[in-house]
């Protein structure tokens, strides 16, 4: 299955005030391309307590651009894409966020989280955060830098694929059942840990 892993790094608590962002692309199995991005915040605000997880301080961001100088770069990598996060409710958040503080449109794609997804597939594992998660599976990065935590992602993701033997987004929601994410312009459905049920519709049979 072919996807890309995202992971953002944000300057505050704000959803929107995202200051690094990291790409990994994945085709075949392989990660053939990563990429990743210093933004400017807007406004540009830096809470000390995110300086100390990220490590980026303002003075490394201050001449960068803000996120919709880099969009037009950006958008092909999610555009139709199948997207991976890693606590996907935050980073999808993010990219809400800081599209609506832009007004720029929502890109489609589909996308899954590899918390949950974890969850799924390595119940015993006692955590599923990422440093954790990666332990267990002799994945080495370094966490919260945010080119690093998306190739830990996509390894993540792989890792499952091929213990499984799953090679699609349809044979994971079948085999975990497990509720894919959908973004796209005005519209967006969370990723689930457990699929919605379709709900039975009463019938009226005559006699």
């Not at 590899?114 to 966490?143: M, W």
Request: glycine letters at 6%; proline letters at 4%; a negative charge.
């Amino acid at each position: 299955m072919d996807f890309t892993a995202i992971d953002f790094e944000t300057a505050t608590s704000g959803f929107s005030s995202i200051c690094s962002m990291g790409i990994c692309v994945v085709e075949n199995g392989r990660v053939v391309e990563k990429r990743d991005f210093l933004i400017k915040p807007e406004p540009f605000e830096f809470n000390r307590y995110n300086i100390m997880i990220h490590g980026i301080t303002p003075d490394m961001v201050a001449d960068k651009g803000t996120f919709d100088c880099y969009w037009e770069d950006i958008k092909p990598y999610l555009e139709n894409k199948v997207i991976a996060a890693h606590n996907a409710q935050f980073d999808i958040g993010a990219l809400r966020a800081v599209c609506d503080n832009f007004q720029i449109e929502y890109p489609s794609f589909s996308y899954i989280c590899t918390v949950k997804l974890s969850q799924k597939a390595y119940p015993d594992f006692l955590s599923h955060k990422l440093n954790l998660l990666c332990d267990e599976l002799g994945i080495s990065f370094r966490h919260h830098v945010a080119l690093d935590d998306a190739y830990a992602c996509a390894a993540v993701l792989q890792h499952i694929l091929d213990d499984f033997g799953l090679d699609s987004l349809d044979e994971i929601e079948s085999r975990f059942e497990i509720g894919i994410g959908k973004l796209y312009p005005g519209f967006h459905e969370p990723c689930r840990k457990n699929k919605k049920k379709s709900r039975k519709k009463n019938t009226v049979v005559s006699k």
